[in-house]
């Protein structure tokens, strides 16, 4: 038996910039208006709900701010050359590229800024965020993260 709470789309939204490397080939630069769809699922706490709803969306929202109108840069890209000075980021590949100012970067601990990437990085921060609150109850965690509508990129993880 088990119990879930979902939130979607309206307010978890943010617009980045992204390009993904694959198979040799770098997408040109980028946008999404992104939408997330998070599911939490877990046991029910002393007054009968999985998280308080209010208190799931301010933390998603939290994470939505911070990467709302900014470049998304995976810092674990093997395709890109990387370079981070104190006031910004040069990334080359091949013949292209980029120097963007610290503050216009979401920094990424990923691989590649794919929907899938993302989600997991998303879903790695609520986890992180709930454990801070000792929210114990929680069992597993889904993050779909939309890139346009109809299409979207999901990581589920059940938590120890
Ligand atoms: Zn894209």
Redesign the pocket.
């Known amino acids: 038996m088990s119990f879930r709470i979902i939130l979607e789309h309206q307010t978890l939204r943010f617009a980045a910039a ?3 490397t694959f198979a040799g080939e770098c ?1 040109p630069l ?3 208006n992104y939408a997330l769809t998070v599911e939490i699922e877990g046991d029910l706490t002393v007054d009968s709900w999985v998280l308080d709803f209010s208190e799931a969306k301010s933390l998603v929202r939290n994470i939505c701010r911070e990467l709302d109108h900014k470049f998304l840069l995976p810092l674990d890209n093997a395709a890109l050359k990387i370079a981070a000075s104190d006031g910004e980021f040069e990334i080359k590949f091949g013949d292209r590229r980029y120097v963007i100012p610290r503050s216009d970067v979401a920094e990424l601990p990923i691989d590649n ?1 794919t929907a899938e990437r993302l989600a997991e990085y998303i879903a790695g921060r609520i986890v992180d965020s709930l454990r801070e609150r000792g929210a114990s109850n929680v069992t597993s965690i889904a993050v779909g993260v939309e ?1 346009a509508p109809g299409q979207s990129g999901w990581f589920r993880e059940a938590l120890p």
Do not use: L
């Open positions: 992204h390009f993904t997408e980028h946008g999404h800024s890139e």
